[in-house]
């Protein structure tokens, strides 16, 4: 279970201080799949970030399975960070390594080696994911949706207990888009890993997720079930978001 | 009419010969060695920059600051002002070996620059996603970061060596050996214009082969464009 409480990020621009973050507190049930959503600028990559310490909030913590992780540093940061896998919105593979390298480089970050063991578990993702024989190709041989595949199977490698997803499907075109949250959809019924959805398109949300939170200008400004918040939104983010304004008026 | 050529081979050709050795060990050995410190200098200034991996603003002044000196000097400045240095550290400040300590002092800042521009141009995610792997930053930078830049090193490797020909080039003018000693000594004193032709042709050669192969090399290990398969 992640809790985030309070928590607050500002960052110092030019034009003063940006409040990215304000006040933000949210609980993700384990084997959930929790949907983050806003408009571009709403803080919610922030919100991410902040969860896997690539962000250090300004104030507030991260509270997994009861233990404090805000504060963690060098190897128990490192650790934590293997608990919870990241897949990003441009891919982030390694152009240079090959399909299988990329899958395996979990294991390089742990140990500093890939064993046979660690190539087989790869392969074993690699083919979950449909992509096995793709193995010795190199990803800019693979289109969007492929990568992201790859992208997910490296996620898998150290066996997270959360997967973040930050605008995951945002570069992918409709067929890539679910095929790859059908694979996340997917990979939750049959792990049980919890997963966290940041997005800014209600169809994503209303495909895969079971609760969903409405980010605005830093603040959660709605949350619930899927099925509440579609049913009758509350907010004017949520109306939004959900095409449910009268843009004519 | 090969008589000419015969006779200029004869007369020169050991001269030449030894001429392109002396260049290429002053190349290759200061390059290497410029590589090992640039490299290092490269990837702190790098990592340190405000907003990367470990952004310590002021290493990264003073880095960049003493990176900055050692590429304003012109060579042949640099090369006088450090000859005590020189001497203490080979033992001379004349010949092939006199003149690698300047020419790395002069190559490794160049080459720090180089690798710091490399590794900028290797894309965030990447290293975001590399480091939300649970990689130590000693890890990212050597299992991520270089691998990943290292087709754009490979063809800055091409623009230092071609600069460095030109140091020792210059560096002839103190007694450097070399082509460019050659190219001085004969074509320049003495007004053997042949030799001097030759020599510039040489260079020109040089500069080719080393242009060529390490594109080549670059083209090799680039797994970036689809065209390859």
Redesign the interface.
């Known amino acids: 279970m992640i809790e985030i409480q309070h928590l607050t990020k500002t960052f110092s621009t030019a034009a003063g201080q940006a409040h990215a973050l304000d006040d933000v507190s949210l609980t993700i049930e384990d084997g959930d799949i929790m949907g983050i959503i806003g408009m571009s600028g709403a803080g919610k990559s922030t919100l991410v970030r902040c969860i896997?310490l690539?962000e250090r909030p300004t104030s507030g913590k991260i509270v997994v399975d009861g233990q404090d992780v805000t504060g963690l540093t060098g190897?128990a940061l490192?650790?934590?960070?293997?608990r919870v896998?990241?897949i990003?919105?441009?891919?982030?593979?390694?152009?240079?390594?090959t399909v299988l390298d990329n899958v395996c480089?979990?294991y390089?970050?742990?140990s500093?080696r890939v064993t046979a063991e660690n190539r087989k578990r790869a392969l074993e993702l690699l083919e979950m994911v449909g992509l096995a024989e793709k193995a010795s190709?190199?990803?800019?041989?693979l289109s969007g949706g492929q990568q992201q595949r790859v992208?997910i199977a490296?996620a898998l490698?150290?066996d997270p207990e959360y997967i973040l997803c930050d605008e995951a499907t945002s570069a992918l075109d409709p067929a890539s888009t679910n095929s790859v949250l059908k694979l996340l959809r997917d990979i939750n019924r049959t792990t049980g890993v919890t997963i966290i959805v940041i997005t800014h398109a209600m169809g994503v949300v209303e495909k895969i997720c079971r609760n969903v939170a409405v980010l605005e200008h830093g603040r959660v400004v709605e949350q619930g079930s899927v099925a509440d918040v579609f049913a009758a939104p509350q907010s004017q983010a949520a109306k939004v978001l959900l095409e449910r304004v009268d843009w004519d008026a | 009419m090969p008589s000419v050529v015969t006779e200029f081979i004869e007369e020169y050709g050991e001269l030449l010969g030894q001429g392109v050795v002396d260049t290429l060990v002053m190349l290759i050995v200061s390059t290497a060695i410029a590589y090992v410190i640039g490299t290092v200098l490269g990837v702190v200034l790098y990592l340190t920059a405000p907003g990367s991996l470990r952004p310590m603003r002021a290493l990264n002044a003073v880095l960049g600051w003493v990176v900055n000196i050692g590429r304003s000097l012109p060579f042949i400045i640099l090369l006088i002002s450090i000859m005590p240095f020189t001497d203490a550290l080979v033992g001379t400040t004349s010949g092939v070996r006199g003149v690698i300590p300047p020419l790395v002092v002069s190559t490794a800042p160049f080459v720090a620059r180089m690798i710091e521009q490399s590794l900028a141009e290797v894309p965030r995610a990447s290293v975001e996603a590399a480091e939300a792997c649970g990689a130590s930053i000693p890890r990212v930078v050597i299992s991520a970061l270089l691998p990943e830049a290292l087709p754009s090193i490979v063809r800055g490797v091409s623009i230092t060596l071609i600069a460095e020909l030109g140091y020792t080039a210059i560096a002839g003018a103190v007694g450097a050996g070399g082509l460019g000693d050659i190219a001085i000594r004969y074509g320049y004193y003495r007004y053997e214009d042949e030799v001097m032709i030759v020599t510039v042709v040489l260079l020109i050669v040089l500069v080719q082969i080393i242009q060529s192969a390490c594109d080549f090399i670059a083209r090799k290990i680039d797994h970036r464009s689809q065209a390859e398969a």
């Open positions: 896997n690539l190897a490192r650790a934590y960070r293997r896998a990241m990003f919105q441009n891919f982030g593979l390694l152009a240079q390594k480089f979990p390089k970050a742990a500093g190709s190199y990803p800019s041989q992208a490296r490698a150290c």
